[in-house]
């Protein structure tokens, strides 16, 4: 007699896959951005603590998590060259589930914002939107190396700095906020360029027109630092010409430095980016802190 030792097929996902589906490493920069946004309000205090918690948790956990499950989901064939563990293309997340599991978090999402005030439920909307858009198709806008990226960089950076200062303020940010929100933004463009690079081989069969796969290592990694660069000059221009030189000269000390490691990082960019994500990257987004510091306490 013969016993068959093959394992079942998984019908439900664990917690594990589940958590691994929606990424929590990917979550720091848009709670980071909410918060710059909730520091640039000048409303962050205790008063406002639940919101703001309740922010963290929308901007990061639900609605960045949703957006990688949808990008996961849309992304099967490519994680299948890129990243065959990753939770769909292992089979850890079976069946529809991944699309079940991204469907379920924009509805959360949605629900959650509508009590968040309007332009937060606006600002919100527009990011479950585009998370969508990004992935699916027929849109999938991550086919273009300058619209995808583009995408990524508001909801990463901008629309969550939006979102904190309208959630804290019940109201429409003021413009100068709006104005260093966006261009942080901009400037965000260059580090989900850089972002691209890791998946290049299977972008390139997969047909997906990134910056990397269409101009090369070397081209590619000089528009991303010439964007983050040109980025934060305009914010240290910006800081100085409203008459806070102290704020303009932190971040371009901060700038300076990130220049520094843009040079090593050219000199191998398929080896070093990694490591400029843990560098400069995380110089960049001191910066943003230090700019909503500027606006909230200090005009």
Do not use: H
Request: proline share 6%; glycine share 10%.
């Amino acid at each position: 007699m013969t016993t068959d030792s093959k394992l079942p097929e998984r019908t439900f996902p664990s917690f594990s896959a589940m958590l691994a589906l929606i990424k929590p490493v990917t979550w720091f920069p848009p709670m980071w951005a909410f918060l710059c946004g909730a520091v640039s309000s000048s409303n962050l205090s205790i008063n406002t603590l639940l919101i703001t918690l309740i922010g963290l948790l929308l901007s990061g956990p639900i609605i960045c998590g949703m957006s990688q499950a949808v990008n996961d989901w849309y992304d099967k064939e490519v994680d299948s060259i890129n990243e065959p563990n990753r939770p769909i293309p292992s089979g850890k997340i079976p069946g529809n589930w991944g699309l079940w599991i991204a469907i379920s978090m924009s509805i959360v999402g949605g629900i959650i914002s509508w009590f968040l005030g309007t332009w937060g439920f606006y600002a919100t909307m527009l990011a479950i939107v585009c998370a969508w858009a990004y992935s699916a198709e027929p849109i999938r806008l991550k086919r273009s190396g300058i619209i995808g990226p583009g995408v990524v960089a508001l909801c990463y950076e901008g629309l969550p700095w939006f979102t904190g200062v309208a959630i804290l303020t019940s109201g429409l940010p003021p413009a100068d906020i709006i104005f260093v929100a966006a261009i942080y933004a901009f400037g965000a463009f260059g580090i989900m360029t850089l972002n691209d690079f890791k998946a290049i081989e299977g972008d390139a069969k997969m047909g997906i027109r990134s910056l990397p796969v269409v101009l090369g290592l070397q081209a590619a990694g000089f528009v991303a630092c010439s964007v983050m660069v040109l980025a934060q000059m305009v914010i240290i221009i910006f800081f100085f010409y409203i008459n806070m030189p102290g704020f303009s000269a932190a971040i371009c000390a901060l700038l300076i430095l990130q220049t520094l490691a843009m040079f090593k990082m050219m000199k191998n960019p398929k080896e070093l980016v990694p490591w400029y994500n843990g560098t400069g990257v995380l110089l960049y987004v001191s910066g943003m802190m230090i700019a909503a510091i500027g606006l909230g306490f200090f005009r």
